[in-house]
């Protein structure tokens, strides 16, 4: 996730029409019961693994610790100098799991540096050479990035980068060479992974608006890009084919305000960039970009779409799905990694260390933003509302939000300074159906 970016006039955001999750839809089934390894019902299961902004850094970006890594790292808090053993720990987790396919929904690198992407694809050649097949998607992050830095005490050298045409040949074993079709409008593309099991795979990222100094963090699926998707949708359905769409971007509000907050995490005109998707037969598409764990649907009539956003492994609560598909329902349980090999953690243990790390990140754009347009809050004041913002931010990250008595205390106090922040903070943790971390989606 991109520098948060709260500095735009706040609406009040309980007013905003929510998402529209109907219960009624998305209740909890049971997984189907397992006797030696086989489902009673004899349906053979596909196992599949989500990964989102994995922002993996090679270690020789970081040559000397100091203020240029530090001011990146408070802009833009995520635990970059253990990606490394972060990912590390995820690959011996995935051939734990042993998933037949792991879908990997784009921010792959830091900042799109070469050496990076180089990097990471060794980690992935790992799985797929014990035949575990992996696509993925490019990220916001990944391409034409002009942050793609190494960082040497108080200085930050720009390095190489990727082009969407280096993208395409770095990663041809995941997911382009075998497309069996491609949008020569972007780096979408459709692959059949495994038999009568389609992935579309969607590119709404704006690499291509990338200036030398600025990377868009805004998402756009392009006219021509959504005309292709219809089409292969199509062509899915008449072929009895089942389809799991795959986007950087998010494509349905996660909750109420977001469009207003954080615009750029959604996709220009998600709500009918949406519709149109749903009509068109998609049932289900796994994005991230924000880094909460998060579940939402949009519905029309007797459709809908379910837009299951995974949290990225570098920040609170290191998220990843495991996901059953047995007779075209899936089954999606939400994993974390609970302990990395890296000494920096001085025997604290990772969840610990993770959660300060993120809590201190948090606190820090929540006080600069406090201080700042459009609030100018007293310091003192927003050095005691910060701490609260924090946790607001972390209990959405995490998904299944709840509100304890006490917090909505603190939150009614709040509003007596500025309602429309109290708002924000009830947004995040107001959280609709379907469940986050734990839920069924049927795709017949």
Known sequence: MKTIKFFVPILMLLAIGACNKDDKN?????????????????????????????????????????????????????????????????IRNLMVEKP???????????????????????QLEILRLNKIK??????????????AKLFNGDNATPVATITPDKFVSLYADYGYRNAI?????????????????????????????????????????????????????????????????????????HFMGESVIFPDYLVDNYTEKADELMQAGLKVIFTGHFHANDAVAQTMGNLSLVDIETGSPVIWESPYRIIKLINNKLYINTKHIEHIFYPGLNGVSFPDFEKAFSLNGFEI????????????IPEDIASQIAPVFAQAMLA???????????????????????????????????????TDNQLVVDLN
């Open 26 to 90: 998305f209740n909890m089934q049971p997984i189907p019961e397992c006797r030696n390894g086989n489902f009673i019902n004899n349906a053979k299961p596909v196992k599949i693994a989500v990964l989102s902004d994995l922002h993996y850094m090679d270690p020789s970006l970081l040559k000397a610790d100091g203020s240029a890594f530090q001011m990146y790292l408070m802009q833009d808090p995520k635990l970059l100098a253990e990606s490394g053993a972060i990912l590390q720990q995820i």
């Open 100 to 122: 037949d396919l792991v879908l990997i929904s784009g921010d792959l690198t830091k900042d799109g540096e070469l050496v990076s992407h180089k990097s990471l694809i060794r």
């Open 134 to 147: 992996v696509l993925v998607v490019p990220g916001n992050h990944d391409i034409n990035n002009p942050d």
């Open 181 to 253: 079709a491609r949008d020569p409008n972007s780096l979408s593309y459709v692959s059949e992974p495994i038999k009568d099991l389609r992935i579309l795979a969607l590119d709404a990222n704006e690499y291509y608006n990338n200036t030398p100094t600025y990377c868009v963090v805004a998402g756009n699926i392009k006219d021509a890009t959504m005309v292709w998707a219809k089409k292969q949708l199509a062509d899915a359905k008449a072929r009895g084919k089942t389809v799991i769409g795959m986007m950087h971007h998010g494509l349905v509000e």
């Open 365 to 376: 754009q929540a006080y600069y933003m406090l201080t700042y347009p459009p609030y100018y």
């Open 396 to 434: 959405h990250f995490g998904g299944d939000e709840t509100i304890t008595a006490e917090t909505s205390a603190t939150i009614a106090a709040i509003a007596e300074v500025s309602p429309d922040l109290a708002n924000i903070l009830m947004g995040l943790y107001t959280d609709l159906p379907p």
